[in-house]
């Protein structure tokens, strides 16, 4: 089903804040009423949300008219993290939840972070002939870079985990003629000791986050590897 309108944020990220708007564009020939109720910034697998101080408001959407509804908020009392933004629309009398489509980052301080590079080389024997070769981990300021090899080329889904918490995945990339793959994440602490990696076969059918109308068992292989201090 196709949505009667689209939304997307647009924003700079400045040292304590960010700014911006949310555009709302009408997406299919007819004009729509959409009142726009709220917005909040959602941390990418946790738990917190932090409301963005917006007034309630009431517009008019012209078939593929942008609207721009402006907000700004403080970030210097949220968590180190990922976070995205969401809001909450009456569209023509129904409650939508819309994505804003972008991200961004809370920086963890450099001193807890681990960086470089750590070679691993291990592989991973799934049900069915496929094998995922781990070959390398990249540590990063704000993120980790899993790089894969899955011998035949087959999507499969990573899964990690640090000290047995689990460690956000912020977006995955296949390339279904060499094999190779990369999955992004939130970055190793220096307070972790292990990180453990738990890989599947992809389901046949795939998702991706997308605006939803609101109302008032695959076998996993695994292993551990150490991080680089």
Not at 12 to 27: C, D, H, M, S, Y
Not at 47 to 65: E, F, K, N, S, Y
Not at 90 to 118: E, I, M, N, Y
Not at 157 to 167: C, I, K, P, Q
């Amino acid at each position: 089903m196709s949505e009667p309108i689209s939304v997307r944020a647009r924003f700079e990220r400045f040292p304590a804040t960010v700014k911006g708007a949310f555009i709302i564009r009408g997406e299919d020939p007819n004009p729509h009423q959409v009142v726009f109720r709220e917005a909040r910034v959602v941390a990418i697998g946790g738990a917190q949300a932090h409301p963005i101080a917006m007034t309630a408001a009431t517009l008019d959407v012209a078939p593929r008219r942008d609207v721009f509804v402006p907000f700004e908020m403080a970030v210097t009392d949220m968590d180190p993290g990922w976070y995205e933004l969401e809001c909450e629309l009456d569209v023509d009398g129904r409650p939508w939840t819309f994505p804003g489509g972008r991200r961004f980052s809370v920086a963890w301080p450099r001193a807890t972070l681990r960086r470089g590079q750590v070679q691993v080389g291990r592989a991973i024997d799934l049900p069915g002939g496929a094998t995922v070769k781990v070959e390398q981990i990249d540590c990063g300021g704000d993120s980790i870079k899993v790089h894969v090899l899955v011998t035949p080329p087959e999507p499969v889904t990573v899964r990690l985990s640090a000290d047995g918490g689990r460690l956000p995945v912020l977006e995955s990339d296949f390339d279904a003629t060499s094999g190779r793959g990369k999955v992004v994440a939130y970055p190793l602490l220096r307070a972790h000791s292990s990180l453990r990696i738990e890989v599947s076969r992809e389901p046949s059918t795939s998702g991706c986050r997308r605006p939803v109308p609101r109302s008032r068992p695959v076998p996993r292989r695994s292993c551990g590897v150490g991080g680089p201090r």
